[in-house]
């Protein structure tokens, strides 16, 4: 990751940011009632893509909702499979005397970072079943490791400073979280396109 701060501000190289950024808050405040979560997904998926093939700019906007549902509502049944293995990973390491809870934050750890690579290269390929090749993300994450280890840290630190938001009389944190999710959003792209080391993205 050579410009961390690139993955903030890049936002701002919209002439709409403003508004793009306020419609993506309001379906944030939504995603509390789950029904935002698939359109917000949507959106990432899309601005990922636009990453990649380097479509300007980069935030599209918010058109197309019935596409953007569909494809983010695969990318939250995937999110659900994949907290559900961690889940049970976890359960069973808690029934490990001592050892047990101080491993359990391994899963959690490689659960983000195989999120991380399993999100873009759903974007690319619109293919659900790449979250289940687990020999492919095993390879992804090993050859790239420290890669999606920064990544998962500025994950957890972008999530953190969201919070914040809370500050602006509440409404602030919906602003905050989403611009977030768009920086994790740069920050996985950006890890995956460097793995690839200039490979054709796959047609979608």
């Not at 009632?33 to 990922?48: A, D, H, N, T, W």
């Not at 001592?98 to 983000?112: H, N, T, V, W």
């Not at 390929?125 to 890669?147: H, M, Q």
Request: net charge neutral; charged share 15%.
């Amino acid at each position: 990751m050579d410009d961390i701060a690139r993955t903030v501000l890049y936002v701002l190289d919209d002439r709409d940011w403003l508004r793009k950024v306020v419609v993506g808050a309001a379906f944030t405040l939504l995603c509390f009632f789950l029904v935002g979560i698939p359109f917000v997904f949507g959106y990432m998926l899309e601005v990922q893509r636009r990453i990649v093939r380097g479509v300007q700019p980069v935030l599209p906007e918010w058109d197309d909702l019935p596409a953007k549902f569909m494809d983010g509502l695969k990318l939250f049944g995937i999110a659900l499979v994949c907290l559900v293995c961690f889940g049970i990973v976890a359960a069973i390491l808690w029934k490990i005397p001592f050892l047990g809870k101080m491993l359990s934050g391994i899963p959690a750890l490689a659960l983000a970072m195989a999120f991380l690579y399993v999100m873009v290269r759903y974007a690319l390929t619109g293919e659900p079943g790449e979250a289940f090749k687990v020999r492919a993300i095993y390879d992804a994450l090993t050859a790239n490791f420290v890669d999606y280890l920064v990544a998962s840290f500025l994950w957890l630190v972008y999530s953190v400073v969201a919070c914040l938001g809370i500050l602006a009389c509440g409404v602030g944190v919906f602003f905050t979280l989403f611009w977030a999710w768009l920086a994790v959003s740069y920050v996985a792209t950006e890890v995956y396109v460097s793995a690839q080391q200039g490979e054709a993205p796959p047609a979608v």
